[in-house]
């Protein structure tokens, strides 16, 4: 079956780091996705892995290990405005296929 | 990367009546997908719309429910029917187009059902 696993919700104060982790077990693999998501908007892409390792832009970086099923989210240098919900997604399937979402995280960053 | 529009943008419809909502593109995609998220919930695929035949639905989601139009590559619309107040959620459109990996999503729709 399909299982993508998140931390519910996590806490931090500005300028520091935080790292969301997230797991999965799914049938096939084809990339593994981010996605932040404000109150009352849509998804926005953050990042993207297939390969492992990282994959670094700007204040975000995206680490993927395909043979321990893991990937991370770090979020360096946090921002108010980063207080938002996180996405973990895994693409089962070719490219321009449909996602599988896990539930989120919700950051709370506060000053 | 690909701009979507989605219409309406929210609605509130009584029990018993359906709701269609529009997804359009600004350019040809291959794939298109319909969303929903539930209040507090994370996204769970509906279906894939597919260009000039019948759309592909995930397990728990069936097409005299869900009933999907894909007319060309860059339109679709979802239709909800015989509303009940558990189909209160966020739909969503999304597009991917291969071999991008990338997926794109509309603004959404907030249906609330009376």
């Known amino acids: 079956g399909q299982n993508i696993d998140q931390p519910t919700e996590m806490t931090a104060t500005e300028g520091a780091i935080v790292q969301i982790n997230c797991t999965y077990q799914?049938?096939?693999?084809?990339?593994l996705f981010w996605y932040q998501q404000h109150a009352g908007e849509a998804p926005t892409f953050l990042s993207y892995?297939?390969?492992?390792g990282l994959e670094e832009k700007g204040r975000f970086s995206s680490f993927l290990s395909r043979s321990k099923g893991y990937s991370y989210l770090l979020l360096k240098e946090l921002q108010m405005k980063d207080s938002a919900s996180y996405l973990c997604?895994?693409?089962?399937?070719?490219?321009?296929?449909?996602?599988?979402f896990g539930k989120g995280t919700t950051l709370s960053v506060s000053s | 990367s690909a701009v979507i529009s989605q219409k309406p943008s929210r609605d509130i419809c009584q029990r018993g009546t359906s709701l269609t909502i529009q997804c359009q593109v600004d350019?040809?995609?291959?794939?298109m997908f319909w969303y929903r998220q539930q209040p507090g919930q994370s996204l769970t695929l509906i279906a894939t719309?597919?260009?000039?035949?019948?759309?592909?639905?995930e397990s728990g989601f069936v097409i005299d429910k869900f009933p999907i139009s894909r007319p060309n590559l860059t339109f679709s619309t979802l239709t909800v029917s015989n509303l009940s107040p558990e189909d209160s959620s966020i739909y969503l459109c999304?597009?991917?187009?291969?071999?991008?990996?990338?997926?794109?999503f509309g603004p959404g729709t907030r249906l609330t059902v009376t």
């Open positions: 999304s597009v991917g187009t291969s071999p991008s990996y990338e997926q794109y």
């Open positions: 799914t049938s096939g693999f084809n990339g």
């Open positions: 892995n297939v390969l492992d």
């Open positions: 997604a895994v693409r089962e399937e070719q490219a321009g296929t449909a996602l599988i």
């Open positions: 350019s040809q995609v291959t794939m």
């Open positions: 719309a597919n260009q000039g035949s019948e759309a592909t639905y």
